[in-house]
C-alpha cells in the first residue's frame, strides 16, 4: 500500500469509528485483527480477530453519547502508520471507572496502525 491508500484506508476507519457505524469499521480491518488500548501505560483492552474487535466495538458504542477522534497528524511508512489523535466524548451511563453520564472528556493520543492484505491488521491505540 502507499501513502495515499494508508491515509484514505485509516480515514474511513476513522470516519465510521465517529459515526458509531461498526458494519464501516468492519470493513477496514483484516480478519486477523489486533488491537490493544493503553492508558497511562496500562493495557485496558485487548482483541485478537475480527469477532472480538466487534464485540468490544459494539460494546463500545454504548458508553458514549458523542464521541469524535480528530487526525492532528500523521506519518506512514512502508505497512505502518502513526496518528496523532484528539479524542472528545460524553460519557453516556455511570461508568464504574468513577465516570459520570453527561461528563466530557478529552484526550490526546495516538494510533499506531500496520496493514495486510490492503485492510488495518494491528491497532494500537495510546493515550
Do not use: C, W
Not at 51 to 71: C, H, P, T
Amino acid at each position: 500500500m502507499d501513502a495515499t491508500e494508508i491515509r484514505a484506508l485509516i480515514d474511513r476507519y476513522i470516519d465510521a469509528y465517529n459515526r458509531k457505524d461498526i458494519a464501516a469499521m468492519l470493513l477496514t480491518i483484516h480478519t486477523e485483527v489486533e488491537f490493544s488500548n493503553i492508558s497511562m501505560g496500562v493495557v485496558n483492552a485487548h482483541t485478537v480477530g475480527v469477532a472480538e474487535f466487534k464485540a468490544l466495538a459494539e460494546q463500545s458504542v454504548a458508553l458514549f453519547s458523542e464521541r469524535y477522534q480528530d487526525i492532528i497528524f500523521f506519518e506512514s511508512g512502508e505497512n505502518t502508520a502513526v496518528a496523532g489523535i484528539k479524542f472528545r466524548a460524553v460519557v453516556a451511563i455511570d461508568l464504574p471507572n468513577g465516570l459520570k453520564k453527561g461528563q466530557v472528556l478529552e484526550m490526546d493520543g495516538r494510533s499506531e496502525f500496520e496493514f495486510r492484505d490492503g485492510l488495518i491488521s494491528r491497532i494500537k491505540d495510546i493515550s
